[in-house]
């Protein structure tokens, strides 16, 4: 039995110094990962700039890496995902909140119990099965009001992507509203305010730099989001805002030239990386703000 | 008590009770359309589920198109990213919660995991693609999928781990290293075996996580048509998802119905793995308190 580690000046026994440096290795491959993130994006990102101007990546409005005629103009990627992630984020984000507010202010100890391990199912579903149902489902459901709707399309892909999210906005939502200091409401209450308008007129405001965060990460994740894209929003890189035609998100873009024979080292390859780049630095960008945003008392969940 | 403020008052519970069900809606919801997707999308897949579908290869004929292949390969690389995955992220919890608290080091690992977090699974496979299929040389291979599913899941490891440790009071800590046991004693024999509940949980919550993710194993490069089963690490290899995602991917309707007996099985399995993960909470939890 070794001496008692608190009580001794001495060091620590050679056996528990070894298991701490493998610990400690272990922590460290979080720290590899995002060196090789970085390392790996950064390489064929710069590769492909060495061929493609900036100019190009950032104001020509055709992507056509695969065409004769190659345009690298990353617009109509990033319009075909904001759209999407626009479509989830609005379907997501009143029944993300609403849910959160029954969840903080109405609901029983008991439903809570219930509702929240039910609405965390919604994430848990592979999005390869959501990406079917919007394909197999929604799509048909949808043309029968909507003829012109296109069998790909990005309406009923964000569609699906916000039920999607509605777990992941309404669970931040929630911390937010939790974080509103009980004594506030009370105020709100003495001073004769009924339940709804306390919740609009005082915890609601309270709330609202949590809230922007839970909107953030939910733009994050839904940019983010690849399968239900890949599958129902189609393979055309087209710059429209119209929901009912095919686009191709950056996501989906990756995907399909994964998915083909395209040879290793070439330009064409090359595009998957800086569309890839693309894509972290905006997901970067929106977690590190939204981060920011989210409820001190919560920070280190 | 005027008449007016007795009007207001009854407006008042009125307006509650409509909000309150506004916001109840919300719940409920999503939890319908969820339901009626399940049902209206795979109820044809049901009559497609038998031994010969679990049991046969792809084929071009799609009544004789089987998962066993996927079936073998999602297996596969559950246990080979669970060898990996788990050791490394325990492991390194239990660094960051019980040796480096306040370290510069274990502040910026504990950055750099919150940031991985966030970052899209699509990427992680870019990152399989750049350093494991590529640099290391592994090719397109099992290995190399699961290593790059093994780094998507070890955030989520990492946490849950966090979490459970945090729940074992410093108290008993304290009594074990009390008691003369050094740091790495007091971790292995009574802290460890107190968080096991939560981390088995979160654990097993992080694998069916591996278990349904598929835009990194396409980017790493898993084949869609494996009409043999891996016979090592360095195999080629298919999984479930990317099964189901091949046959979404084709115009015929028999396809699509394939694809909802696949993604059946998928649920199934998720929901199996979900179950045990409960079941096996609540024993050991039962166990501690006995």
């Known amino acids: 039995m070794s001496e008692g580690a608190s009580f001794t000046r001495g060091r620590p026994p050679l056996g528990d110094r070894l298991v701490e440096a493998a610990l400690q290795v272990a922590g460290a491959v979080s720290v590899f990962t995002t060196a090789g993130i970085l390392m790996v994006l950064g390489k064929e990102t710069f590769a492909f700039f060495s061929e493609v101007s900036f100019a190009q990546f950032f104001f020509d409005t055709q992507w056509t890496p695969l065409f004769a005629d190659k345009h690298f103009g990353i617009w109509p990627l990033l319009c075909g995902t904001m759209l999407t992630s626009l479509i989830a984020v609005v379907v997501g984000l009143p029944f993300g909140l609403l849910s959160a507010i029954y969840l903080s202010e109405f609901a029983s100890p008991r439903f809570r119990q219930v509702a929240k391990p039910a609405l965390e199912l919604l994430a848990g579903v592979p999005t390869v099965v959501f990406g079917y149902f919007a394909l197999v489902i929604i799509t048909p459901a949808l043309q029968v009001f909507m003829p012109e709707l296109s069998g790909f399309n990005a309406l009923s892909a964000g569609l699906v992507m916000g039920l999607m999210i509605v777990p992941l906005i309404s669970s931040l939502s929630e911390d937010a509203l939790w974080a509103v200091p009980r004594g506030l409401r009370e105020g709100a209450w003495a001073l004769g305010a009924g339940k709804v308008e306390t919740i609009l007129n005082v915890v609601l405001p309270g709330a609202r730099s949590g809230l922007f965060a839970a909107f953030t990460l939910a733009v994050s994740r839904a940019i983010g989001e690849t399968m239900i894209v890949a599958i129902a929003a189609g393979q055309q890189p087209r710059l429209t805002f119209d929901p009912r035609s095919p686009v191709e998100t950056m996501t989906a873009y990756i995907v399909q030239i994964s998915m083909g024979d395209v040879p290793v080292d070439t330009l064409e390859y090359r595009t998957i990386f800086a569309v890839g780049a693309s894509l972290f630095v905006l997901t970067f960008g929106l977690n590190l703000i939204g981060r920011r945003f989210v409820p001190r008392a919560q920070r280190s969940r | ?290």
């Open chain 2, 1 to 290: 008590m005027s008449p007016l403020f007795r009007h207001h008052r009854a407006t008042g519970a009125r307006m509650e009770r409509v909000f309150s069900t506004i916001c109840g809606l919300a719940v409920w919801i999503p939890l319908i359309i969820l339901a009626v997707l399940l049902v209206v999308g795979l109820s044809e897949g049901v009559s497609r589920i038998g031994v010969d579908f679990l049991t046969s290869y792809p084929s071009r004929k799609w009544e004789e198109a089987g998962i066993l292949p996927a079936l073998v390969g999602s297996v596969c690389l559950l246990v080979l990213t669970g060898l990996i995955a788990l050791p490394l992220g325990v492991g390194a919890a239990v660094y960051l919660e019980e040796y480096g608290q306040r370290g510069r080091f274990a502040r910026f690992i504990e950055l750099n995991i919150a940031n991985l977090a966030g970052v899209p699974s699509v990427i992680y496979g870019l990152l399989g693609l750049g350093v494991f299929v590529r640099a290391l040389g592994m090719g397109r291979s099992l290995l190399a999928g699961a290593c790059t599913l093994a780094l998507l899941v070890m955030p989520v490891v990492v946490i849950v781990t966090r979490e459970a440790l945090r729940t074992v009071p410093d108290a008993i800590r304290e009594g074990a290293l009390a008691l003369g046991a050094s740091r790495w004693q007091a971790i292995r024999q009574v802290v460890l075996p107190m968080a096991m509940p939560g981390i088995l949980t979160g654990s097993i919550l992080a694998m069916s996580r591996a278990i349904g993710e598929t835009a990194p194993l396409v980017v790493v490069g898993a084949l869609t048509y494996v009409t043999f089963l891996p016979d090592g690490i360095d195999a080629p290899f298919t999984a479930l998802p990317i099964q189901i995602f091949n046959w979404v991917s084709r115009p015929q309707k028999g396809f699509l119905i394939n694809a909802a007996a696949a993604i059946l099985v998928l649920l199934v399995t998720l929901l199996s793995l979900n179950l045990s993960a409960i079941l096996l909470r609540n024993r050991l939890q039962q166990r501690m308190q006995g």
